[in-house]
């Protein structure tokens, strides 16, 4: 997710286990080949993440090319081009599903990709520009013949946006249409919920959006179920720690303030279900230090801790997975693909 699925992220994700692949957020190649520095830094990535994916974004086939090729050059086992962000400002300068609309245009971005570099090229597309111009099979086939190793279909058009239910029977009939690797997402914030639309679209992995922001442990969780095993379930000292932990790593990597919004966004997501979760939030939300926010977690989880009424486990989130986090689960194995929107 643009904002979310940094470097910081997506370590804190990998350690939880469960994780086969890790995806940065999309970049701009705009930015990315004007050697803008918060592209390029959106490139980092640390050696646990491997294989690391990087999504990029643009209309402009040379400047994709381009962008590729110095995604390849930073070491990135996987190249991904976004063709899925609703956006306005990204749709407007013919990028993410504004593609959907110009296939000629995707068609010559991805075969000169494919000229410039040799590590896999992934595509990633929504259903359609809108419910009236449906265009996801075709443009799957079109993307394998252009050599695309492995296509993601977020189930919503570019109209839908976040909203109604993801499409699971057009995912699955974009399995049946290509023999290259397919993977889901939409409104995967369940364990149940992920293997019902996994089986019965029968592709070779989903990705998960948001929910792994309200449970780190998701993957872990998958992994778990596909090997037979009982998911596993952190205690409540365990969710302290990995907001601890994050906010740790946050620290570290950028100035306070930053640090403090990007505490603010995890906690957001990750308490929703949790017993107080709406006050806690509203207290870290009026935080203004890390000391207050290091005090308000531990008031809040001693607090928890102290009520004999806490169960175990989270309750289950409402919000609907995205283009922006994906996780990939394939085989055995549960991956992720923390792609941006």
């Given at each position: 997710?643009a ?34 520095p918060?592209?390029?830094r ?7 993440e ?29 190249l ?6 609703p956006a306005p ?19 010559t971005?991805?075969?000169?990709i ?14 359609g520009?809108?419910e ?40 699955k009939q ?13 409104d995967?914030?369940t ?7 996994w ?9 998960i ?7 780190p ?9 596909i ?5 596993y379930?952190?205690?409540?000292s365990e ?50 230090s890390?000391e ?20 175990d ?29």
């Amino acid at each position: 997710m643009a904002g979310v699925t940094d470097y910081t992220f997506r370590r804190l994700i990998k350690r939880r286990g469960g994780v086969g692949l890790v995806v940065s957020e999309f970049i701009s190649v705009e930015g990315l080949t004007r050697h803008n520095p918060k592209s390029k830094r959106q490139m980092h990535f640390a050696e646990e993440e491997r294989p690391f994916a990087v999504q990029i974004f643009g209309g402009q086939p040379e400047r994709m090319a381009l962008g590729a090729e110095m995604a390849q050059e930073v070491g990135a086992d996987i190249l991904d081009v976004n063709c899925g962000c609703p956006a306005p400002k990204v749709v407007r300068n013919g990028g993410g599903s504004g593609l959907l609309r110009d296939l000629p245009r995707l068609e010559t971005i991805l075969k000169e990709i494919k000229k410039t570099i040799t590590i896999p090229l992934t595509l990633k597309l929504r259903t359609g520009f809108s419910e009236s111009t449906i265009n996801v099979v075709e443009v799957a086939k079109m993307a394998e013949q252009c050599g695309v190793e492995h296509i993601q279909v977020h189930g919503r058009t570019k109209e839908q946006g976040y909203k109604g239910l993801a499409n699971w029977d057009l995912i699955k009939q974009v399995k049946e249409a290509v023999t290259v690797p397919v993977s889901g997402n939409g409104d995967i914030t369940t364990i149940e919920y992920g293997i019902e639309r996994w089986k019965e679209s029968g592709t070779d992995g989903i990705l998960i959006g948001r929910g792994a922001m309200q449970n780190p442990w998701i993957f872990r969780q998958f992994q778990d179920v596909i090997e037979g095993r009982k998911p596993y379930q952190p205690d409540l000292s365990e969710k302290k720690a990995v907001l601890l932990e994050f906010f740790g790593m946050c620290r570290e990597e950028m100035p306070e303030i930053v640090a403090l919004g990007k505490m603010k966004q995890l906690a957001g997501q990750f308490t929703k279900g949790l017993i107080g979760g709406a006050q806690f939030r509203q207290t870290l939300y009026h935080s203004h230090s890390a000391e207050e926010i290091l005090d308000n977690i531990t008031i809040y989880f001693n607090t928890l801790a102290a009520d004999s009424n806490y169960g175990d486990g989270m309750v289950e989130a409402d919000a609907a997975a995205s283009d922006s986090c994906d996780m990939f689960a394939s085989g055995g194995d549960v991956s992720t693909s923390v792609a941006a929107v």
